[in-house]
């Protein structure tokens, strides 16, 4: 499998090759022609000026007089001139030599045929690269002779052949130069992405301590960040997970215990035996197993807020028509506890849209608090009132209260703190999410040994 490093070097390689290819051959273009055009600008000019100043002379002359007017007016250093006959064999050059050669050119056929032709090639006669550019001499409509120019184009080879080279130097010298930025920046770019994964297989190994360092403000470190905020948000998951599975257990092996404990003390009591005892366990069996059932609810109730499945079959209402439902319902453990439950209740309606059940099991769970961490002698005080676009709900106690550092974890999932209370620890954590899906508030104040008060704050309804 290739590297995200090995693409991208090969992609950046890829990618300067072809940059560096096409300007390569553009700047070669432009060059080739520039000199092999200026050579062929020059060559031609020439042939064009002497055809301007000698063409009248030579029109009139036989073939042998232009052999003689060519050699004692026309030739000059820089260029070769010949002088060819109408076929294209040559009759004397500028040196006087006069070879036995018959030029079939292109640029000789092109003057044979009454127009003035260039050509660049190998000249048979000199042997080496030459650009020639012939012209016709005219004596009556016919082609009588013809004047080919040429000019060696070693130098300008030489030059081409200096300049190409240089290119391809140029042009591998950048490429290397690219390979190695590329190597840096993919280095750069993949080292935070090994580390990162480096980090998540050590966590899939079990070590949640691993962090991945942030080194630049870019896109990668946003990933790392938001990484490193995972792994914290995973770790307090894990961390809840395990005080769940400690909590729940021990949760559920108290009212176990003592219903099966009964159960066996049933079983095996005789029939002549007092019913006291028998009624005593039908008790306990009775209050561990609504217990048992208590502790199911709040789990499934937690199950459904943290799948975000928690459905509110909401209704317009008057609020304090659920709290009065309780407070009547709860109104029995007054005896039992010896605990004075007070009610207040706002001028009706206060009206509110919401689940008047959810509503009561929030409200039952805040009393059966109340009543748990008051001491008997104590009071309990329940009362609902409109606070400017808010229906209120105020349940305070004069029990034993909330430490500080406790209080700001009571509503966390399985926080039950150093109570010495069984329970779940959902409890309030199920009704803040419950009065937050309302649209609502749940407020906690508390001192230690100044008791306690919850305030329930849900939107009001002004249009009905």
């Known amino acids: 499998m290739k590297s995200v490093q090995t693409r991208m070097v090969w ?72 002088l060819l006959d109408s076929k294209g064999q040559i009759r004397i050059d500028s040196d006087g030599f006069a070879p036995d050669i018959r030029y079939t050119t292109g640029d000789v056929k092109a003057a044979i045929a009454g127009n003035t032709g260039s050509w660049r090639g190998v000249d048979p006669y000199y042997g080496e690269r030459v ?19 040429s000019a060696s184009l070693k130098q300008v080879d030489a030059m081409i052949s200096q300049l190409i080279r240089m290119t391809v130097a140029v042009g591998i010298g950048v490429v290397l130069l690219f390979l190695g930025l590329s190597l840096f920046l993919a280095q750069r770019i993949v080292k935070p992405i090994r580390e990162l994964t480096r980090a998540a297989r050590y966590m899939a190994e079990g070590d ?54 009964w159960s066996e003390t049933l079983k095996e009591s005789e029939p002549t035996e007092d019913d006291e005892e028998v009624k005593l366990g039908l008790s306990i069996i009775s ?13 499934l109730d937690f199950s459904k807020l943290s799948a975000r499945t928690m459905e509110l079959h909401t209704e317009v209402l008057d609020f304090n028509s659920p709290v009065k439902e309780t407070v009547n319902q709860l109104a029995v453990r007054e005896e039992q506890t010896r605990v004075r439950l007070l009610a207040a209740y706002g001028k009706s309606p206060i009206v509110v849209r919401g689940d ?50 406790d209080l700001l974890h009571v509503t966390e999932k399985f926080y039950k703190g150093n109570t010495g209370q069984g329970g779940s620890g959902l409890g309030l954590a199920i009704c803040k999410e419950i009065i937050e899906l309302h649209g609502g508030q749940l407020t906690i104040d508390s001192e230690r040994g100044a008791g306690t008060v919850v305030t329930i704050r849900v939107p009001l309804m002004h249009e009905a």
């Open 287 to 299: 209050k561990e197993t609504e217990r048992l059932s208590g502790l199911v609810e709040d789990l």
């Open 356 to 405: 008047a059940n959810r509503l009561k099991q929030v409200i039952i769970n805040l009393i059966d608090n109340a009543f748990k961490f008051t001491p008997a002698g104590g009071t309990i005080r329940v009362a609902t009132a409109i606070e400017q676009d808010w229906a209120r709900l105020v349940v305070s106690d004069t029990g034993c209260g909330i430490d500080g550092d």
């Open 208 to 261: 949640w301590t691993r962090r991945a360092l942030r080194r630049n403000d870019d896109e990668i470190g946003q990933l790392a960040e938001t990484f490193n905020t995972m792994v914290i948000e995973l770790s307090k998951r894990e961390k809840l997970k395990d005080d769940f599975i400690s909590s729940i257990s021990h949760e559920l092996r108290t009212p176990l215990t003592s219903i099966k404990g």
């Open 131 to 149: 650009i020639s550019v012939t012209i016709p001499l005219w004596n009556d409509a016919k082609v009588v002779s013809m004047l080919r120019y």
């Open 11 to 82: 992609s950046y390689l890829l990618l300067i090759v072809l940059v560096v290819s096409v300007l390569g051959g553009v700047f070669a273009t432009l060059m080739w022609n520039y000199y092999y055009g200026s050579a062929h600008s020059s060559v031609k000019q020439r042939a064009e000026s002497a055809l301007t100043l000698h063409s009248r002379s030579l029109s009139s002359l036989t073939v042998q007089d232009q052999v003689d007017y060519m050699l004692q007016y026309m030739v000059e250093g820089g260029t070769s001139l010949q």
